[in-house]
């Protein structure tokens, strides 16, 4: 039964990965923004190349003309946390010129994806047999030259390295914390758990970043919050979390509601057991706050627990189809129906949401119902 079990992972996580595979090329004629290889990695490499240079770049974000013109634009929707404006030269070096920033980008990125797979296989032998299913995810990040991705890997390696490592574990954190919306569900978990080390660790990296950001382009560190705030990051077509569509006139109130919504997710459903703990943090990044399609990623690991679930249930595949192609499948099916995109983007990642997080309680009442762990 063993080497049966086994082979259905591989074969429906290989069948995963074509499905997508076959869908992001549809999804490819209709996003215009896919059409262009790295469409992300520019604006977010400016941010950092400007800060590096001692000039605020939120002040410069959407001029027409560059300050420097080895640098070019900073596009109007595009912008980053104020300590981001220095950790995020982790991710797009702006002391490198922009090819090689990309060359950079890319072996990182395939860097952290080995790693991490390397430290999830010590903890779910069948790691590399259910890792392809969401290999799309990661290669969709990569190809936006987004770092949505490679963050992914780091928030996984710092739940899994939170007890034995702390320290390394909050670096690792601090780096995410460039992604607010992705880190934040995960801080969360960590407070519940009461891993304080890591949680300071992290909060001391970011704040003595967002100090050095200040100070090179001789700002306050307020106002450099304030102008990160007041910037239109996504324009205007982000999914802003759970709350989307019931407020589609005011995605301020639909984010902050969904980050409401997040925590007490995740307050309700946590559960401090080996591998279980992190995942309804996991689960509550697709509808906590500002997202387009680049850290669905984070899903690898509540999907791996529920292949382990799916050795007394095997219903539980089902859940490791959903998070696997679910997105992609869902959007295509709207649009079938609905003539606007960003509707269906929106409708889509509402009801993907929703079936999280009816997976997260159900996941919870697994554990709580037997004993799956050795």
């Known amino acids: 039964m063993n080497k049966n079990f086994n082979l259905a992972v591989t074969m429906l996580s290989l069948g995963c990965f074509i499905a997508n595979w076959f869908m992001l090329g549809e999804l490819k004629k209709l996003w215009d923004a896919a059409q262009i290889p790295f469409f992300d990695?520019?604006?977010?490499?400016?941010?950092c190349a400007y800060t590096l240079h001692g000039i605020d770049p939120y002040a410069i974000t959407g001029l027409a003309s560059p300050t420097i013109k080895e640098l070019g634009i900073i596009p109007a929707a595009w912008s980053t946390t104020p300590w981001g404006l220095i950790?995020?030269?982790?991710?797009?070096?702006?002391?490198?010129?922009?090819?090689?920033?990309?060359?950079?980008?890319?072996?990182?990125?395939?860097?952290?994806?080995?790693?991490?797979a390397h430290f999830l296989t010590k903890h779910?032998?069948?790691?590399?047999?259910?890792?392809?299913?969401?290999?799309?995810?990661?290669?969709?990040?990569?190809?936006?030259?987004?770092?949505?991705?490679?963050?992914?890997?780091?928030?996984?390696?710092?739940?899994?390295?939170?007890?034995?490592?702390?320290?390394?574990?909050?670096?690792?954190?601090?780096l995410a914390m460039i992604k607010p919306q992705v880190a934040l569900p995960i801080c969360f978990a960590l407070l519940l758990r009461k891993n304080l080390k890591a949680l300071i660790v992290a909060a001391v990296i970011d704040l003595s970043a967002w100090g050095i950001a200040a100070l090179l382009t001789n700002q306050t560190p307020l106002t450099l919050l304030t102008e990160f705030l007041s910037v239109d990051t996504g324009g205007g077509t982000a999914f802003a979390g759970l709350f989307t569509l019931a407020f589609q006139e005011n995605?301020?109130?639909?984010?902050?509601?969904?980050?409401?919504?997040?925590?007490?997710?995740?307050?309700?459903?946590?559960?401090?057991?080996?591998?279980?703990?992190?995942?309804?943090?996991?689960?509550?990044?697709?509808?906590?706050?500002?997202?387009?399609?680049?850290?669905?990623?984070?899903?690898?690991?509540?999907?791996?627990?529920?292949?382990?679930?799916?050795?007394?249930?095997?219903?539980?595949?089902?859940?490791?189809?959903?998070?696997?192609?679910?997105?992609?499948?869902l959007f295509l099916l709207m649009k079938a129906f609905f003539p606007d995109s960003l509707t269906v983007f929106w409708l889509s990642r509402t009801i993907f949401a929703i079936v999280l997080i009816v997976i997260g309680f159900l996941i919870q009442r697994a554990l709580n119902c037997q004993k799956i762990f050795g």
Not at 41 to 47: E, N, S, V, Y
Not at 91 to 114: D, Q, R, T, V
Not at 259 to 279: H, I, R, S
Request: hydrophobic share 60%; charged share 10%; proline share 4%.
């Open 41 to 47: 990695f520019h604006g977010q490499w400016a941010l």
């Open 87 to 116: 950790l995020g030269n982790f991710f797009y070096p702006g002391f490198l010129s922009l090819e090689h920033a990309i060359i950079y980008f890319l072996i990182m990125n395939f860097f952290f994806l080995m790693i991490m």
């Open 124 to 174: 779910f032998y069948f790691t590399l047999k259910a890792l392809p299913a969401f290999l799309a995810s990661f290669l969709i990040s990569t190809h936006f030259g987004n770092a949505g991705a490679v963050i992914c890997c780091m928030l996984i390696l710092s739940c899994l390295l939170a007890e034995e490592k702390p320290i390394l574990s909050g670096v690792l954190l601090s």
């Open 251 to 329: 995605l301020s109130l639909a984010m902050g509601l969904s980050m409401l919504a997040g925590v007490v997710f995740v307050w309700l459903t946590f559960k401090d057991e080996k591998y279980f703990w992190a995942c309804p943090a996991c689960l509550a990044t697709t509808f906590f706050a500002y997202s387009f399609h680049n850290e669905f990623f984070i899903l690898v690991l509540p999907a791996l627990l529920c292949i382990k679930l799916a050795r007394t249930k095997s219903l539980w595949l089902a859940a490791f189809v959903f998070m696997a192609i679910a997105p992609y499948v």
